[in-house]
Structures are given as structure tokens and as C-alpha cells.
């Protein structure tokens, strides 16, 4: 019985408080953000409210605490990329409208900030993007890599365009090939771009030519040039093994190449005073070229 009336009068406390006037509270009001969406895009969340302080009746007060039955302020920006922020004091005049149930006493932040940019179209260059294992190991492209069409346009809030950085990377779709590829492949944003832009053209012709490198070892003899007469090397050595890759399709050539191994005086490391070889020829089709013994140490005679 004694918790009946305490609860009764404690209802009826309430009920005659919530009637009276002139309290004064903070609440988050819902606001809407509007703009053409043909012109601008978000490029980060817009704000979803903002604080007031009110004064009122308590029943309105608490049905805004509850958000019951309020609705958003719907505020309309000419131009939110030249002007990417809201003075309180210009919104003020709308809010007090909105809310018209009280009175606002103040807007809590003194500007509402944005990114809102504005959209545009331009030209990107497709360009491949080799930085994964592309080709298998010891292959090579033997041509220039061919992207159909060699730029596209790109649409969308400025800012994300800028990023790009003029181009757009497009991937094989493989790694380690060793054929000539010639492939149709999708052109890709990336994740946190797909929101925002979109492309004048879905896919690109891709295409290139590949060449094989095969592994090859030679004997080769010694030339030395530019020595003084009073420096040779540390040994008798007058030959050594050379070993290279060469292009598959072009073996037959090193019998035309007369190769030979040589000790260029002029290139010595003065450091250590060794000194490496070199091929006397290095035609495009040879790379990675070794040597055994790989240095020679140079004998200065006083």
C-alpha cells in the first residue's frame, strides 16, 4: 500500500512538472543535409544533427529527448565545394523555425563542417600495372605492352579523381606467364573508390609479347686493356667461365658474337684494387651475365 502511493504521487509529481514552462535542456536535433546530387557528392559522412540548447514546455522537451515525432530540419547549400562549412548564425533563424514549439536559446557547435565536392569528368591513362610476378621467372616482354583503348573517362567528386594521379593501374588477372598475352580484361577501381566514381568504359584490350631466357655457359678468354707496364693481376689465369641467360630464340647468334671476357684497367674498384670482367659485347639478348673467378686483384710493381 505504501509503494501504491508513493508511486501515485510520484506519478502525478511528474505529470505536474511536465506541464509547466520555461525549462531549458540540450538535445541533438535532426537536420538534412540537401544539394543538387547531379553537381556535388559527399566524399565523407554529412552531418546527421547537431545540438541545441531549448527552452520550453516539459512535455516538448521530453518528447525531443525521446525523438518522438520531431523530424529533421531539411537545410538546402548552393554551393558546399566553394563553401564546405555552416555558420550556427545561419542557421539559427531556420532552427528556431523548425522548432517553433520553443524557443532555441543556442546552436551548440558555431559551424557545421562538410566535404561536399564537386563533380567532374576527366581523361585517365590506362597503364599496367607489372608490380606483381607478371612474368614467370627468366622471361621478359619482347614487345611493348598494348592497352586498347589508352585512356578513359572518369567521373566523380574531384578530390577522389586527384588522387588517382592521372591514371589507372590494370592488372593481367595472371602471374608468371610465359606466353604472348592478348586479353580482354575489366577495368577495376579500387574498393574505397567504387562508391564515388564510375567509368566510361567496363573493359581494355591487353597485349604484349613474352621471350623465354635459357641459361648458358661459356669459356672465354681474357683481353686486358689500358694496363700500365708496371700493373698486372695476381694470377696466370688466361681464361674463365662466363655465365649468362640469353634470349631462347637467339642462340644460334653467340657463334656470330665472338665473345671474350675483359679486364678493363680504367674500371678497376681503387678502393680494393680488384678488378671484374666484362663482355667485351652485350647485345639486349644477354643479361645477368656472371663471371668465375668474379674479381682479380691488381699487383702494382714499384
Request: net charge negative.
Amino acid at each position: 500500500m505504501v509503494v501504491l502511493c508513493v508511486f501515485t504521487a510520484t506519478t502525478f509529481w511528474l505529470l505536474n512538472a511536465l506541464n509547466k514552462d520555461n525549462y531549458t535542456t540540450t538535445v541533438n536535433q535532426p537536420i538534412s543535409i540537401l544539394y543538387d546530387t547531379e553537381e556535388y557528392m559527399a566524399v565523407e559522412e554529412v552531418p546527421q544533427e547537431v545540438g541545441i540548447q531549448i527552452n520550453g514546455n516539459g512535455w516538448d522537451l521530453l518528447k525531443r529527448h525521446l525523438k518522438i515525432s520531431v523530424t529533421p530540419l531539411e537545410v538546402f547549400l548552393e554551393d558546399p565545394f566553394r563553401k564546405p562549412f555552416l555558420l550556427a548564425s545561419e542557421l539559427a533563424p531556420q532552427m528556431q523555425e523548425h522548432i517553433a514549439s520553443s524557443d532555441l536559446i543556442t546552436i551548440v557547435p558555431d559551424t557545421l563542417n562538410f566535404k561536399i565536392d564537386r563533380i567532374v569528368s576527366k581523361k585517365i591513362r590506362l597503364a599496367p600495372d607489372t608490380t606483381a610476378n607478371t612474368l614467370a621467372e627468366n622471361h621478359a616482354f619482347a614487345s611493348p605492352i598494348s592497352i586498347e583503348p589508352e585512356v578513359v573517362t572518369v567521373t566523380g567528386p574531384i578530390s577522389i579523381i586527384e588522387q588517382m594521379e592521372g591514371k589507372l593501374l590494370l592488372g593481367f588477372g595472371e602471374t608468371n606467364i610465359r606466353e604472348n598475352f592478348s586479353r580482354l580484361l575489366p577495368l577495376t577501381l579500387k574498393k574505397e573508390q567504387q562508391a564515388f566514381l564510375r567509368l566510361d568504359e567496363e573493359t581494355a584490350q591487353v597485349s604484349f609479347e613474352v621471350v623465354a631466357f635459357v641459361e648458358n655457359r661459356l669459356t672465354l678468354q681474357i683481353q686486358q686493356r689500358y694496363f700500365p707496364e708496371n700493373v698486372t693481376v695476381d694470377t696466370d689465369i688466361t681464361e674463365l667461365e662466363a655465365r649468362f641467360l640469353i634470349q631462347e630464340d637467339k642462340q644460334a647468334m653467340l657463334n656470330e658474337l665472338e665473345l671474350s671476357a675483359v679486364l678493363n684497367y680504367n674500371n678497376r674498384n681503387r678502393e680494393d684494387s680488384t678488378i671484374s670482367a666484362s663482355l667485351n659485347k652485350t647485345p639486349e639478348y644477354i643479361r645477368n651475365i656472371r663471371f668465375e673467378p668474379e674479381t682479380f686483384k691488381l699487383i702494382y710493381d714499384e
